[in-house]
């Protein structure tokens, strides 16, 4: 079977909202873009089963602004997060929540035309936006597969599962995998490459992400030279699981004792 081989200015492996959110990107940046996933763009990865909301200080509910969102990050990480990484995240957030927003994300909003925001655990603030309370990974995936398969510049590749970075001279140019339902070699030549792949969480034998979620791009990356940071610190949400499972995932109940809640962001 002949190898297919793509050319492209950016490749984005992962397409859950990070890998979505950078194709958009760079689509607007006059790039021309390869989606890949090695399940259904849009579909699989951990954004589409995610509820709740997503913190960022817009300042609509109440006063707030990115400073405040540091310091309570910093102190629920009892110090211990990187002090730059958090600066970035709660710097960029506002503006990241508005970009998806004209993608098509409907946050919620109140009837005099504000953001929605509520609190959460481990905030001072009533920042957390959200689409529906209890689909917001799924409403938000939705809006961004809309806008996705409407920009022309971008190239969607379902099930393409990417085993190897190609490296020449300690730079990424391209990627190589193969198809999952043929297992036909892809080759695919790029300026820049993007990891979207998200968590490793499928190394927990309980745990209700997506089964998907199994840690390539950790590997795609160590292999390619990549420095892997802080592997410990793996995020945990006080829900407890129900055995045995009734659907393909594990059905969930959420902690509601104050003792349980921990501060994540």
Known sequence: MNPLHIETDVLVIGSGAAGMMA????????????LADKSLVGRGGATILAQMTVAVALGD??????????????????????????????DRGPELILEAEGYG???????????????????????????????????TSAGLRRAIWKDEAIERLKNIMITKLVVEDGVVVGAVGFTMEQFR??????????LATGGLTEIYARNSASANMTGDGFMLAAEAG????????????????????????????????????????
């Open 23 to 34: 194709a958009k990107a760079a689509a607007a940046e006059g790039a021309k873009v390869v």
């Open 61 to 90: 509910a109440e006063e707030d602004n990115p400073d405040i969102h540091f310091e309570d990050t910093m102190k629920g990480s009892r110090g211990m997060a990187d002090p730059e990484i958090v600066r970035t995240i709660v």
């Open 105 to 139: 994300v409907k946050w919620a909003r109140t009837p005099d035309g504000k953001h929605s925001q509520v609190v959460a655990p481990g905030h001072s603030r009533r920042r957390c936006v959200y689409v529906d309370i209890l689909n917001t990974g799924g409403a």
């Open 185 to 194: 070699p892809v080759t695919i030549a790029a300026n820049a490459v993007i």
């Open 226 to 265: 990549a420095e892997l940071r802080d592997m410990e610190m793996v995020q945990f949400f006080p829900i407890a699981h129900l055995h045995p499972p009734l659907v393909g995932i594990d059905p969930i109940m959420w902690a509601r004792s104050a003792t349980s809640w921990v501060a994540a962001c």
